[in-house]
């Protein structure tokens, strides 16, 4: 089975010095005995789940190991994210070669737009942060080749959005960006969900 290990999940306002947050987070989920939130500004309980879950070793203390294909943790977005300006940022193990040829969703934003932060399938080993606006407006994509990452290795992932621009950092190393001025940020509804784990939003 592919693992896709999930140890620290958190939802941020954004800023650009990623070592100086703006605010304490909107939502921390550590998962080292628990799939609720530690911190968090709505609701802090998966509101639903599908497949396999383990807390098995991670980088810091225990972590979430999260059974691939279609195995995710569905939280609310509202209160716990916001859509124009943030910063989502995970620590991951991955499990899977960076060639298996297969999506890898680590984390999904369903809102009126949507964010997707994912390994990309077909071969091309490329780590995506994709964006689309709200009313189905542009779309961005900060994209980078993960091809030197090793089966089990250990990276901490983070992706930025704010007007206009999209970043994606690998390790505290800006990696890609993108700018757009025309892009409408996803706007985050009371009922809007997001992702974490393996998930594919085609």
């Known amino acids: 089975m592919n693992l896709l290990r999930l140890i620290t999940l958190s939802l941020v306002f954004l800023s650009f010095d990623l070592s100086l947050l703006a605010e304490d987070p909107l939502f921390h989920a550590p998962f080292g ?9 709505g609701t802090a309980k998966p509101v639903a789940k599908k497949g396999v879950y383990e807390f098995q070793k991670g980088v810091f203390g225990p972590g979430l190991a999260v059974g691939a294909p279609e195995s995710f943790l569905m939280y609310p977005a509202h209160q716990n994210l916001h859509g124009e300006e943030g910063t989502v940022s995970l620590w991951l193990q991955n499990d899977w070669e960076p060639a298996d040829g297969k999506f890898h969703m680590l984390w999904t934003l369903l809102a009126n737009g ?20 709200r009313d189905s407006g542009s779309t961005v994509s ?15 992932l983070a992706a930025t959005w704010a007007p206009g621009v999209v970043d994606l950092f690998v390790d505290g190393v800006k990696v890609a960006d993108r700018a757009d001025p025309g892009l409408q940020l996803p706007e985050v509804r009371a009922n809007d969900i997001f992702f974490v784990g393996d998930y594919y939003h085609p």
């Open 114 to 133: 949507r964010m997707n932060l994912y390994k990309f399938g077909g071969g091309d080993n490329k780590l995506i942060f994709l964006v689309e606006g």
């Open 142 to 156: 900060a994209v980078t080749s993960i091809s030197s990452w090793e089966k089990g290795g250990k990276h901490h």
């Open 33 to 41: 005995e628990s799939l609720d939130a530690e911190i968090s500004q």
